[in-house]
């Protein structure tokens, strides 16, 4: 009999820490105050046809005036740690130069409150809201973005150092540099080859440099988010098998293998061709990505299974950095979220195992987000009911549990997300949280989700008293 059968809830080992995540441009709002600059998705809003229904993120959850409230809301939850990001754009609104004032006071704040409410905070550096200013300069695809984000990095852990104990560097840089550089549905909404792996190199460079900036300040708890994919082949053919192989490449060898093994993935040449030139690339770079972290986030939602496909262009010249001959597959077998998404519990076991095995060196993991997308509406009692999500994270909790039972060092998890809001490219359309937002009244809603959540937590600690 399984722990969740006994005891009703996943069972975790003393020490492990419970928490809920969001990102600043999904939740702040307030694009226009305290001295904030345009970032880039602030400009990829506003060109027609790339977010849904012609969404942006200019009020969002309006977290900028309400944190009080959803610092109230995480306190009645129970969280042990709340993992917010910082606006870059807000500290440094051209993204060089000086700090603005206001934006770090809005911060202050912020961290100020969720300590007072016993919360620890954890901060994200860069949840892909990039100063305008510096896209206008070639973003990620040029060192100096790299450059810049160390001294943004500087600012923020001056003023904030004493008292935010844990440090990420990057959230999902497989999206910063493929979707957002190479097939367009993340801003920058760029479609390019070279680009898109020039970027992915220099946020890895970016990171690095900010490491070094947090520990010079005396950070102590410092790591990066990744989100490596749990690749299934189609079919047992040659063809889809190596269609996965590269995509492995794509999708977990980019990031894993310059931070944990000190190598760029040997797959490479086979996967991108003539443009995996590396000519971004200087000596000691991977000593810079490389440096020691204290932990690796790591976000999982689903598993992707892949088949073979032919190229969709033959020119190799014009050919995009994603396009290596393979295609995502329906499954039709299990159920999914709103966002399409299959729920495939074990795995995220399958994963964390697989990870621990391959790269010796991996630090001890925090799960950074895990959470899913569901049609959740407010039923005739004025609540939602959000079974499916209930189940889902209390499924992918107990797979957690079995991967730290098969050894796998995993020290905390932050459910994705606190609430409702703003989806990407998506707009409003897709709700992660187990807090729900009206978008017109901006009114919190606790879900089912939440107090099952509360619940659990309240049970981890009980059983460990």
């Known amino acids: 009999m399984t722990a969740t059968e006994t005891t009703g809830f996943p069972r975790f080992p003393r020490g492990f820490f419970f928490g809920a995540a969001t990102a600043s441009y999904q939740i702040e709002g307030a694009h226009d105050e305290g001295g904030r600059g345009t970032s880039i ?31 109230a809301l995480l306190r009645d939850l129970g969280v042990d740690s709340y993992r917010f990001s910082v606006a870059w754009p807000r500290i440094q609104p051209d993204g060089t130069g000086k700090a603005n004032a206001e934006g770090l006071d809005f911060y202050d704040r912020l961290v100020d409150e969720l300590l007072a409410a016993g919360i620890a905070p954890a901060a994200t550096l860069y949840h892909w809201d990039l100063p305008q200013a510096l896209e206008d300069r070639g973003g990620w695809r040029e060192r100096e973005t790299a450059e810049r984000f160390a001294d943004y990095t500087r600012l923020v852990v001056d003023r904030l150092g004493d008292r935010v104990p844990r440090w990420i560097t990057l959230n999902e840089p497989f999206c910063s540099a493929f979707v957002g550089y190479a097939i367009g549905r993340h801003a920058p909404g760029a479609r390019e080859g070279r680009g898109a792996l020039a970027a992915a190199h220099h946020l890895l460079v970016g990171h690095g440099l900010a490491v070094r900036v947090l520990r010079e300040a005396g950070a102590t708890d410092v790591g990066i988010t990744l989100n490596p994919d749990r690749l299934l082949p189609a079919t047992g053919s040659p063809e889809d098998l190596a269609a996965v192989r590269r995509a492995e490449t794509l999708h977990n060898d980019v990031w894993l293998d310059p931070l944990f093994a000190g190598r760029y993935p040997q797959g490479e040449a086979d996967t991108w ?21 204290d932990f690796v986030g790591i976000n999982y939602y689903r598993p992707i299974t892949i088949a073979d496909a032919p190229y969709r262009d033959e020119d190799p010249a ?11 597959t329906w499954r039709d077998d299990v159920r999914h979220t709103t966002m399409g998404w299959p729920v495939v519990p074990h795995t995220f076991t399958d994963l964390l ?10 630090p001890p993991v925090v799960i950074t987000e895990n959470g899913s997308a569901e ?34 060092d995993v020290r905390g998890y932050y459910v994705w ?8 490219a998506f707009g409003y359309a897709k709700r992660f949280g187990i807090v729900r937002v009206d978008y017109d009244t901006l009114e919190r809603l606790p879900k089912d989700s939440y107090r099952w959540y509360r619940d659990m937590i309240g049970a981890h600690r009980q059983s460990h008293t």
């Open 417 to 424: 997300s606190l609430m409702d809001n703003f989806e990407w």
């Open 353 to 362: 195992v697989d990870l621990s095995r391959r790269y010796p060196a991996l």
């Open 318 to 328: 014009t050919r995009t950095a994603v396009d290596i001959r393979v295609r995502e």
């Open 41 to 71: 998705w602030d400009t990829y809003c506003r060109e027609p046809g790339r977010v849904a229904d012609g969404a942006t993120g200019d009020v969002a959850c309006d977290h900028y005036h309400r944190y009080p409230e959803d610092v």
């Open 273 to 293: 061709g003539a443009m995996a030139d590396g000519s971004y690339r200087r000596d000691g770079d991977l000593i810079t990505i490389g440096a020691p972290l």
């Open 375 to 408: 049609d959740d509406s407010v039923a005739a009692d004025g609540q939602v009911h959000d079974a499916d999500r209930v189940a889902y994270l209390r499924d992918h909790l107990q797979a957690l549990s079995e991967a730290i039972e098969a050894g796998v």
